[in-house]
């Protein structure tokens, strides 16, 4: 028997489908979603096979969803470690749906390796267990800003109208065998380094498994601006384009780094520079 938590039917809200192979952690997943004033519904599912069903399934509000090309549900909030069909090969499958739910994974002790693929998957959040409710509401609120990236809010995805929430992405890295989230607005530029790439933040770097040209694509709406085969910088942090022997460089913050700008990318940089500026 399937149940589906309700709150405020009917006034717009998220449809979430939550996935935990064990009551507790279902328990207070569906506890703390309930309590959050933007989720509107809440669909369980008990294993990620279960979870693939309901979507596929006969549901009268997930089918007008599909039907009108919208993602099936808003969010899928899933824990990571499940018999049979893990949660990281439910995202997989989940990466497939066109347009596919935003990717929220709860995370035990030792998942990092996991939390890494995840983001890769396309996850916004990773939540420890056990969860509590400000953390929660924090993750609804990456969902949020995730959706109206993706020009999928108001009321045809039930995503609630206002300001912008304040968090946003958060980058999950592995050090000395704990997995620290880092915010994208954090990172103050990005160097690659083969198939990975270096986030640089005021405290330090942190190496993470991902290619430069795909954070390009996922943060370019974050105001994130490729100036180099090599570098990937947020545009806000840019104080100066400067001319050398060398050619262009850009100058990050109170010259707290120089980073050079290739010949390709010169032209589209001073444009983005002029229009921030006339903004």
């Not at 995202?91 to 998942?111: N, R, Y």
């Not at 085969?229 to 545009?235: C, E, Q, T």
Request: aromatic share 6%; charged share 30%; proline share 6%.
């Amino acid at each position: 028997m399937h149940l589906t938590v309700s709150t405020s039917a009917n006034t717009p809200g998220l449809v979430v489908l939550a996935v935990d192979d064990e009551k507790d952690g279902m328990d207070l997943m569906l506890e703390r979603l309930d309590a959050n004033r933007f989720v509107r519904r809440v669909i369980p599912a008990f294993d990620a096979t279960e979870a693939l069903r309901q979507l596929a399934g006969d549901d009268p509000e997930l089918n007008a969803r599909r039907n009108s090309g919208r993602p099936i549900v808003d969010a899928v909030f899933s824990d990571l470690k499940m018999p049979g069909l893990t949660g990281m090969e439910m995202a997989k499958v989940l990466a497939g749906f066109k347009p596919s739910p935003v990717l929220v994974f709860i995370t035990g002790h030792g998942e990092g390796n996991d939390a890494v693929e995840a983001f890769e998957l396309g996850a916004v959040d990773f939540i420890p267990k056990p969860c509590d409710q400000t953390r929660m509401d924090r993750a609804v609120q990456r969902v949020i800003s995730k959706l109206r990236g993706d020009g999928l809010t108001g009321e045809a995805t039930g995503a609630p109208a206002g300001p912008e929430p304040s968090d946003e992405e958060v980058i999950p890295v592995e050090l000395a065998g704990t997995t620290k989230l880092i915010p994208r607005s954090a990172v103050r530029w990005v160097e690659a380094q083969g198939d990975y790439a270096r986030l640089f933040t005021a405290e330090g770097s942190h190496l993470v498994r991902i290619p430069l040209a795909q954070l390009e694509e996922r943060w370019e709406k974050a105001g994130f601006v490729r100036i180099h085969r090599s570098y990937l910088v947020p545009i806000n942090l840019i104080t100066e384009l400067q001319l050398g022997g060398n050619g262009y460089h850009v100058v990050i913050g109170e010259e707290e780094r120089k980073l050079p700008v290739s010949r390709r990318h010169t032209r589209e940089l001073k444009d983005r520079i002029t229009r921030r500026g006339g903004a």
